[in-house]
């Protein structure tokens, strides 16, 4: 066959190889569906993933002098927003830290000691004071602002203290006067505004016109000639109860009085000698 002269086989095996090239090249459309649904599961895993790690991100609160790397929190001691692990630095040798964030590894805030405290007790009142000089200090007055109770009593006539001295001790006069004579007086006092009366002398002499002598003194040798004895340094509050059961068929009471037995208390500071 001469050159340039196309005989009929000839243009058929040209026509027959460019369909077969046409038909390697097109691709079918469900492998091109495939494709594109693969493309976009790719795509939305990807954006789930970084919602994913965002939100995470966004939960972790990192406290000074930390700082959030990832998931965690790293130290960052200089500040300068790169982990001092990154940087190869250690933690400075007094700084607390906290391994992952588990306060369990860290030390105790509150560390327990036994230590060992001295008090004194002061010999005239029983006072438990931090210096020996404090005993010396007057004790708190427990009725400050205590409103003493009066009675107004018809029977009783004068009821009073002041004051006096006792074989050259401190001491308190007790005087009162009543109209009618009773088998009883009792003379209570109490140390606090909520204690209970407490008996401190009963007289039975059934005299209507009366003087008592009590001395602030805690010696039992101390008792001779007065009537009874009340602890010194302290502050109280007495009153008269009077027998009238049989006459009236009830007790009468007293004015209640303030008596300052503490060291700088008028009872305690007459010169008694």
């Known amino acids: 066959m001469r050159a340039g002269v196309n005989d009929g086989h000839g243009m058929r095996s040209a ?3 460019h369909n077969n090239i046409y038909k390697r090249r097109r691709v079918p459309p469900e492998v091109v569906e495939k494709v594109a649904r693969t493309a976009l599961l790719i795509l939305l895993s990807a954006a789930a993933l970084l919602i994913v790690a965002c939100a995470l991100s966004e939960g972790v609160t ?3 002098p930390y700082m959030i790397k990832g998931l965690e929190c790293c130290l960052d001691n200089n500040g300068n927003s790169v982990c001092d692990a990154d940087e190869g630095l250690a933690a400075a040798p007094n700084s607390t830290t906290c391994p992952k ?3 369990g590894a860290c030390p105790p805030q509150i560390v327990e000691r036994n230590i060992t405290a001295t008090r004194y007790v002061c010999a005239k009142d029983g006072r438990v004071v931090q210096t020996p000089g404090d005993c010396s200090a007057a004790s708190p007055n427990p009725f400050a602002n205590y409103t003493l109770v009066t009675r107004n009593s018809t029977v009783i006539q ?3 203290v002041r004051p006096a ?3 050259g001790q401190q001491a308190v006069e007790v005087h009162f006067t009543a109209g009618s004579t009773s088998p009883e007086v009792l003379l209570e006092v109490k140390e606090a505004p909520q204690a209970d009366y407490k008996e401190a002398y009963t007289y039975t002499g059934g005299a209507t016109d ?3 002598y009590g001395a602030f003194c805690t010696s039992v040798n101390c008792a001779a000639n007065k009537d009874f004895i009340l602890a010194p340094d302290r502050a109280y509050v007495i009153r008269g ?3 009238y059961k049989e006459l ?3 007790y009468e009471y007293s004015d209640e009085l303030f008596m300052d037995a503490r060291s700088s208390g008028e009872f305690m500071t007459k010169l008694c000698s």
């Open 248 to 250: 009236f068929g009830k």
């Open 62 to 64: 990192c406290n000074r």
């Open 15 to 17: 026509h027959n190889m």
């Open 165 to 167: 001295c006792r074989d």
């Open 210 to 212: 009366k003087y008592l």
């Open 158 to 160: 004068s009821f009073s």
């Open 101 to 103: 964030l588990d306060c």
């Open 241 to 243: 109860r009077f027998d």
